[in-house]
C-alpha cells in the first residue's frame, strides 16, 4: 500500500541520494526501497528538487497519480529524449488509423463476398455469412469504428440473429 513503509528500509529516493530517510520523507509514500530504478529515472530527467515542488503543489490524494505520470515520462523520455511519451502516442494514433483502414477494406470485402451471386463452391452459407456478419458490425460499434454502408445494408437478417 503506498504511504505505508517500514522504518528500517529508507525509500529508493533517499537510498539514491544517500541521505537519511525521515518519517516525513516526500518521496517515501510514491518510492518504495525495492523501486530504485522508478526514482533513477525520475530523477534523471527532472531532478529531486523540481519532483518535490511538483509534489508539493499536487493535492495529497492525486501525488501517486503524479508520481505515476513522471516515472512514465521518464522512462519515455530516456528511450526517446526528443518526443518521449508524445512519441509512443503519435504512433499509436497512427497504427489506429492504419488498422481503421484495414478494418474498412476487410468488410468492403466481406460485403462484396456477401453480396456476391451463390455458387456452390462457396463455403459460407447465407445464415453463416449474416450471423459474422452482424457479430462483426457489434464487435465494431463496441469499438466506435465507422460501418461501412455496404455491411449496414448487405443482409436483411441482422437484427434478427441472435
Known sequence: MKGTRS???PCAACKFLKRRCTPDCTFAPYFRSDESQKFANVHKVFGASNVT???NEVPLELRGDA???LAYEAEAR???PVFGCVGDISLLQWKMV???EDLANARVRLARYVNAPSSSSQSMTSSS???FLHDWTAFATQLDLPVPNELGS???SMNNVS
Open 7 to 9: 522504518s528500517s528500509s
Open 53 to 55: 515542488k511538483i509534489l
Open 67 to 69: 508520481v505515476d505520470s
Open 78 to 80: 530516456l528511450r526517446d
Open 98 to 100: 492504419q488498422l481503421q
Open 129 to 131: 455469412c449474416d450471423r
Open 154 to 156: 448487405s443482409s436483411t
